[in-house]
């Protein structure tokens, strides 16, 4: 399964949450809610995607899978791609978590120089949450501090999907 997610890692170089919506105009599910923390807002991006982030600045990225669910990926899977598709950068595993509904994959990504060394460390995230039968794959974007990836970790793993209304 390949990871459209990392496309947005090609530059990588507590209080009660706020909540963005992925509708349908975007090729989304409706009901789709996505707890933001205080200060964030959401937007759908040209190509689809949920992104969300501090003003002026997204980190968090979901991509909806309709009826992938049973297609999670796991931390090590994740692990596997994000090497795969990273290989211009040194990698750290600093986390990685498996549960029924969810993935996780942090990480330190830093680019590799063309003289052997290595440039700036990043943090960076990379998730999967099966809501029923739908994926949420998520991933950090460029530029999020340490901070915003823990946030874009917490809001991934509390997606959920609302009941439409009768």
């Known amino acids: 399964m390949t990871l459209a997610l990392f496309a947005g890692c090609r530059g990588c170089q507590e209080d009660t949450p706020s909540s ?5 105009d975007a090729g989304l599910r409706s009901g789709v809610k ?15 995607s949920f992104q969300a ?9 979901v991509d909806l899978k309709p009826g992938q669910g049973e297609q999670m990926p796991s931390s090590e899977k ?16 600093d986390q990685e978590e498996d ?10 990504l830093a680019p590799t120089l ?11 995230f990379f998730g999967a949450r099966r809501v029923g039968e739908d994926l949420f794959l998520c991933a950090s974007l460029p530029g999020a501090s340490t901070e915003e990836v823990r946030l874009a970790t ?8 609302q009941a439409a209304p009768r």
Do not use: Y
């Open 78 to 93: 994740l692990a596997d791609t994000v090497r795969e598709q990273m290989k211009h950068f040194t990698l750290s595993l």
């Open 20 to 24: 963005g919506s992925l509708t349908e």
């Open 99 to 108: 549960a029924e509904s969810f993935s996780l994959l942090r990480v330190t």
């Open 114 to 124: 063309v003289d052997g060394g290595v440039g700036p460390e990043a943090p960076a």
């Open 154 to 161: 917490e809001a991934c793993r509390t997606i959920q999907v």
């Open 34 to 48: 996505v707890p933001l923390p205080p200060g964030w807002s959401a937007q759908v991006a040209t190509d689809g």
């Open 53 to 61: 982030g501090p003003p002026g600045r997204p980190a968090l990225r």
